[in-house]
């Protein structure tokens, strides 16, 4: 089992930056991946950025390439997500979520979900 706390989020204007982070514990190795995702109002979700503990890999959603950044610190067990030049299509509920092995951007293959957070971006 693996018990995810998200943090940050919240109000910013766009534009600006914002970091969310992921606190992991439980059964964590360093083959499993991390991954963010986010749900707009009405709209199915979708993947945003995956990492693993280990090693280099990561993979992005092209729609956020350049302007997000995954990254992990292995003393704290946390993966975080800074995003810049944010704007209104970002609002979102973003979440986190671990799965064992592969870094992939299949929503339905992650076994883990953090609870959840809202970023809002005002025009």
């Known amino acids: 089992q693996v018990q995810l706390v998200q943090s940050g989020g919240g109000l910013v204007q766009a534009g600006g930056s914002l970091r969310l982070s992921c606190a992991a514990s439980?059964?964590?190795?360093?083959?499993?991946?991390m991954g963010w995702f986010r749900q707009a109002p009405g709209m199915e979700r979708e993947f945003v950025a995956a990492?693993?503990?280990?090693?280099?890999?990561?993979k992005y959603a092209d729609s956020v390439k350049g302007r997000c950044t995954i990254s992990r610190d292995n003393d704290k067990n946390t993966v975080y997500l800074q995003m810049t030049s944010l704007n209104p299509e970002n609002t979102a509920v973003y979440y986190c979520?671990?799965?064992?092995?592969?870094?992939?951007?299949?929503?339905?293959?992650?076994?883990?979900w953090g609870q959840g957070t809202q970023v809002t971006v005002s025009s």
């Open positions: 979520a671990a799965r064992r092995l592969f870094v992939t951007a299949t929503t339905g293959t992650y076994q883990y």
């Open positions: 990492i693993r503990w280990g090693g280099s890999s990561t």
């Open positions: 439980g059964h964590i190795f360093s083959t499993d991946a």
